[in-house]
């Protein structure tokens, strides 16, 4: 009689949503200027601001806090078009997210621009460079662009990294003690992006092997990555 075959045990990742709410952001020194900024609306020192920052350190949940504020529309540097920027800017604040070289409509983006200033709207731009650094052939967006001030997210201080590692395991239902925080905060690169990796690494595979998120687990992963 053949022996009865056990089905491995299989790890499903599912979607982990995100709170992007202001009482859920974690504040330090390396968002402080940028989440003044969002707090300070609208008495802004430019109707059309920039954040800027490394991937992963808070722009998109900084752009969220200030839309439910201020009521704006979002869209991506790279969906924007001409036809589609009135529609944009009905409501008097847009924010345009991840603006990047060569990534967008430069002609759709100065008009955006110029109405913008024409009707007294509100513009937050995101990008992980400051616009100085972009190529832009338009010579006259190129200049407006460069006049934009901008805010700039900095690497997170170890505090802040220890709180955003908790979070993370936090909006993953992961239960962690201060062992593996500790492990995590002090071997991997001090960036958002890197932490958020790092924790869904160890949400999956201790599904997928079947054991706690221990200090232990976390060092065999980082050791094996």
């Known amino acids: 009689m053949a022996g009865r075959v056990h089905p491995r045990q299989l790890a499903f990742s599912l979607p982990h949503a995100e709170s992007l709410s202001r009482d859920n952001f974690l504040e330090g ?16 020192p ?30 991506t540097a790279n969906a924007l078009t001409a036809a589609g920027v009135p529609g944009a800017l009905a409501t008097g ?33 995101t990008g992980r460079e400051v616009p100085a650094a972009l190529e832009i052939e338009l010579r006259d967006l190129r200049s407006r662009l460069r006049a934009v001030p901008v805010v700039a997210l900095l690497p997170p201080d170890d505090q802040l990294f220890r709180g955003l590692i908790v979070k993370f395991c936090a909006d993953r239902q ?17 960036s958002s992006a890197a932490a958020r990796q790092a924790v869904e690494l ?17 060092a065999e992963l980082l050791r094996d990555a």
């Open 29 to 44: 020194p390396a968002n402080a200027a940028a989440l003044g900024l969002i707090d300070s609306w609208p008495e802004w």
């Open 174 to 190: 992961l239960t962690v003690d201060e062992s593996v925080v500790g492990y995590l905060a002090t071997r991997l690169e001090r």
């Open 202 to 218: 160890l949400d999956s595979e201790a599904l997928r092997l079947g054991r706690p998120v221990t200090r232990m687990l976390a």
């Open 46 to 75: 430019n109707r059309i601001m920039w954040l800027a920052g490394p991937e992963g350190s808070g722009k998109s949940h900084l752009a969220a806090i200030w839309a439910e504020l201020s009521g704006a529309r979002s869209t």
């Open 93 to 125: 604040a847009l924010v345009v997210e991840d603006l990047k070289a060569k990534d967008f409509d430069e002609r759709a983006l100065f008009h955006l621009m110029n109405l913008a200033r024409e009707d007294g709207a509100y513009v937050l731009f």
